[in-house]
Structures are given as structure tokens and as C-alpha cells.
């Protein structure tokens, strides 16, 4: 109804909200109304930190670099391997926008070349933003897609392809996991003739 108006007006309408608080948790505690709640979560997304999908990094560090450097039209050629390697080990506590952000700074200090660790915002690669380094310190979910990586890899006799398919991702996804954590299909995956 308009204001002042007794006649309803139809409409449709969809709405997509996003949070990074738990409204299931906020409903159970009486700090958000579980109305509302029902009506916005009807097909709820889930999207994990970033600190999560590490293999998403270097294709947002691609995609922010491009456009980035359109705009801006310096003469900066591309990412160095090492930063690269800063990006895919930080914790990335703001995700997303903090990637995009060290994106920004590194454009105001880089003048031309390739991006570097020094062009980062200070601070960025500090001992306590970064993961701990070495071999037997991945985390129980990291170890988890590992193994299940690798089973799926045998199960279909290592065709990356339907390996991607019945993990539901793509299968550049299942060639930076492999690359991520170390997996050699020689090596690591008992294909069976």
C-alpha cells in the first residue's frame, strides 16, 4: 500500500542479504527476529573465510590485478612468485576486501615491473598473519580434502576430470589441490590397471 492508500500494490520481489554473523545462533538468543530469519533463508550460501579457499587466491589476485590495472594504466607487468606466495599464505582476517585492498596499495607503491612482498601493505606478511609453515602442519579439514582428494583420484583411476565432477568443482579446483597439497598421481594415488 502506498502511504495514505487502503489498496495493496503487488509486487515480486527477491531479496539477497549477506552477513558474517550466525542468524541461527542471533534468532536463538532473541537478538534477531526468526520471522525474518525464515523469510531471508530460504536457499542460504554458505561461502567459507578465505583463509579456507586458498586455491581461490591466485585466480582473486588475477582477477583484482586486471582490473586494477585498467583503471589506474601503469605499466606494471604482473605478480611476482613470491608475492604470490605472501598472498596464498596469509590469514587473511578481513578476506576478500583486504585481498583487494593489499591490491590497491600495491599500485600506489609499485611503479612499474612486477608486483613485490615490499610493495604490500606493511605488516601484511608479519609472522602472526601468516599460516605456520612445513609439511605435517595442515589443519584437520585441509588433511581431510587431501585424503579424500587422493581416494577420489584412485576411485577414478586419476582422471582429474571426474575426479572434479564428483567432488561438484571445477577441474582447475582439483589441479590446485593437487598442486596445493603435493599430490603426485605417480606418487600418491595407487591407480589400479
Given at each position: 500500500?502506498?502511504?495514505?492508500?487502503?489498496?495493496?500494490?503487488?509486487?515480486?520481489?527477491?531479496?539477497?542479504?549477506?552477513?558474517?554473523?550466525?542468524?541461527?545462533?542471533?534468532?536463538?538468543?532473541?537478538?534477531?527476529?526468526?520471522?525474518?530469519?525464515?523469510?531471508?533463508?530460504?536457499?542460504?550460501?554458505?561461502?567459507?573465510?578465505?583463509?579456507?579457499?586458498?586455491?581461490?587466491?591466485?585466480?582473486?589476485?588475477?582477477?583484482?590485478?586486471?582490473?586494477?590495472?585498467?583503471?589506474?594504466?601503469?605499466?606494471?607487468?604482473?605478480?611476482?612468485?613470491?608475492?604470490?606466495?605472501?598472498?596464498?599464505?596469509?590469514?587473511?582476517?578481513?578476506?576478500?576486501?583486504?585481498?583487494?585492498?593489499?591490491?590497491?596499495?600495491?599500485?600506489?607503491?609499485?611503479?612499474?615491473?612486477?608486483?613485490?612482498?615490499?610493495?604490500?601493505?606493511?605488516?601484511?606478511?608479519?609472522?602472526?598473519?601468516?599460516?605456520?609453515?612445513?609439511?605435517?602442519?595442515?589443519?584437520?579439514?585441509?588433511?581431510m580434502k587431501r585424503r579424500e582428494l587422493i581416494r577420489?583420484?584412485?576411485?577414478?583411476?586419476?582422471?582429474?576430470?571426474?575426479?572434479?565432477?564428483?567432488?561438484?568443482?571445477?577441474?582447475?579446483?582439483?589441479?590446485?589441490?593437487?598442486?596445493?597439497?603435493?599430490?603426485?598421481?605417480?606418487?600418491?594415488?595407487?591407480?589400479?590397471?
Amino acid at each position: 500500500e502506498r502511504v495514505g492508500d487502503n489498496r495493496p500494490i503487488p509486487v515480486d520481489v527477491r531479496i539477497v542479504s549477506a552477513t558474517n554473523k550466525n542468524l541461527k545462533e542471533l534468532v536463538e538468543r532473541g537478538s534477531f527476529r526468526n520471522d525474518l530469519f525464515f523469510r531471508i533463508n530460504v536457499i542460504p550460501i554458505t561461502l567459507p573465510p578465505l583463509r579456507e579457499r586458498s586455491e581461490d587466491i591466485p585466480l582473486l589476485a588475477e582477477a583484482f590485478f586486471r582490473r586494477i590495472k585498467l583503471k589506474s594504466n601503469k605499466d606494471i607487468k604482473g605478480i611476482s612468485p613470491k608475492t604470490m606466495e605472501v598472498f596464498t599464505s596469509c590469514d587473511w582476517p578481513g578476506n576478500v576486501r583486504e585481498l583487494k585492498s593489499a591490491f590497491e596499495y600495491a599500485f600506489v607503491t609499485c611503479q612499474e615491473g612486477l608486483i613485490q612482498p615490499y610493495h604490500l601493505p606493511p605488516g601484511l606478511h608479519e609472522d602472526k598473519r601468516l599460516r605456520k609453515p612445513g609439511k605435517n602442519t595442515l589443519p584437520n579439514h585441509e588433511d581431510m580434502k587431501r585424503r579424500e582428494l587422493i581416494r577420489v583420484l584412485e576411485q577414478v583411476r586419476g582422471n582429474q576430470s571426474e575426479a572434479a565432477r564428483i567432488l561438484g568443482v571445477s577441474r582447475v579446483t582439483v589441479w590446485n589441490r593437487m598442486k596445493k597439497f603435493g599430490i603426485d598421481l605417480k606418487r600418491n594415488v595407487a591407480i589400479l590397471d
